[in-house]
């Protein structure tokens, strides 16, 4: 497949008009493919990807099925996000664990394929719970939140066969906090998420080893000029990445452009955060096993009116973060990509249009509309 006269994304994330070659998956320096696309007026970016998302399409990771999985995949690269990692909710141990048994038994379905698929690439999963803070919960239900447990972690990786890549705490209700780190800081990202913690106790953790920090603003004390929170631990720790969603409801435009300023934007991820009801109509649903109501693509629990995820996907925020949050076009295309491949640990085979690495490319047009999506350089769009 050639690609001509489009707006490369380039390397050094910047746009140039240019010519894209896919050979055999993944993008080469020539092709000897006779099928060549004019993409004049179109950007060409790497797929995305979504490291924190429960679900799309009707569909929830915590379905715990073969089909659940699939389907979300392939919703999500028909929207561009072509790369996933979803996350579980607070749930049960050996619900949990099912669900990580079945997902590591996809990716192992998916790895013997000789064929190339349609949908997304599952690169990881990502633990929202269970050791939280219950002050913070959110959407997450109450009844099954625990202490940070070395073994009970160690248990989901060992079932997911790996595939767990961040398993988010809440320090403060964790006296043993700075061991689990330490324990397993080699093994997983550590995040902070759905926590209370000041800002003493959230520098603790992250110079512990905690690296990450989940939706930042959301599930999280406020940033004040007398108690700077997590919020103010993650701007005082410089390798620690940080997301944000923006959908547009979930923070207002003028703190994501500060939060930019304020952090930088090497280590902001956007993330979607959606659940089941994305691309789906108004109307109840469920995450975690509680009702919610999505209206507007805004998602409250019934019980109480809090947030509980989004209803727009990772290419939806992205537009929305150019274009109502005024964050360059360049910017919110590696906070998409590239930065979620790093974070990942997996930016040396895909997150840019670079030779040898996976041919996942999406087209848009001036108006950052999606035109064509390309999955391991095969047309599924």
Excluded: W
């Excluded at 398993?167 to 330490?182: H, L, Q, R, V």
């Excluded at 150019?322 to 998409?336: D, F, G, R, S, W």
């Excluded at 997996?346 to 950052?368: F, M, N, P």
């Amino acid at each position: 497949m050639i690609i001509e006269h489009a707006k490369v994304y380039t390397k050094d994330n910047v746009f140039q008009e240019g010519t894209i070659y896919m050979q055999d998956g993944v993008f080469a320096d020539a092709s000897d493919s006779q099928e060549v696309i004019d993409a004049k007026g179109c950007y060409a970016i790497p797929g995305l990807i979504d490291l924190h998302f429960h679900g799309c399409g009707g569909y929830d990771l915590c379905d715990g099925t073969n089909e659940a999985i699939e389907k979300i995949a392939e919703h999500e690269a028909y929207a561009g996000i072509t790369g996933i990692c979803p996350a579980t909710m607070t749930l049960p141990n050996e619900e949990l664990l099912h669900i990580l048994r079945t997902a590591a038994a996809y990716r192992k379905e998916c790895q013997k394929q000789t064929t190339s698929k349609k949908g997304a690439d599952l690169i990881g999963i990502n633990m929202e719970g269970p050791f939280i803070s219950t002050a913070k919960k959110g959407a997450q239900d109450p009844k099954h939140i625990l202490p940070c447990d070395v073994n009970i972690a160690e248990s989901f990786i060992e079932a997911s066969d790996g595939l767990v890549k961040f398993i988010g705490i809440a320090p403060e209700d964790n006296p043993d906090f700075k061991s689990f780190i330490t324990q397993l800081k080699d093994k997983v990202n550590i995040s902070l998420a759905h926590t209370n913690a000041d800002y003493d106790t959230a520098m603790s953790a992250f110079d512990a080893g905690a690296n990450h920090a989940v939706h930042l603003y959301n599930a999280m004390p406020p940033f004040t000029h007398r108690s700077p929170g997590v919020i103010g631990a993650v701007f005082d720790s410089s390798h620690v990445y940080a997301e944000l969603i923006c959908d547009g409801i979930h923070i207002h435009p003028s703190v994501v452009r500060a939060t930019f300023q304020m952090m930088g934007k090497e280590r902001m991820i956007l993330i979607s955060d959606s659940m089941r009801a994305a691309g789906m109509p108004n109307g109840r649903y469920t995450l975690g096993g509680l009702d919610v109501d999505v209206k507007d693509r805004k998602v409250t629990l019934v019980s109480d009116g809090a947030l509980a995820g989004s209803a727009s996907n990772l290419m939806e925020c992205m537009y929305t973060a150019v274009t109502q949050m005024n964050l360059p076009l360049e910017t919110a295309v590696a906070c998409a990509s590239v930065n979620p491949a790093k974070c990942l640990g997996v930016y040396d085979e895909r997150g840019s249009i670079e030779t040898g690495k996976i041919a996942d490319l999406v087209l848009l047009d001036e108006s950052l509309a999606v035109q064509m999506v390309f999955k391991n350089g095969a047309r599924i769009r």
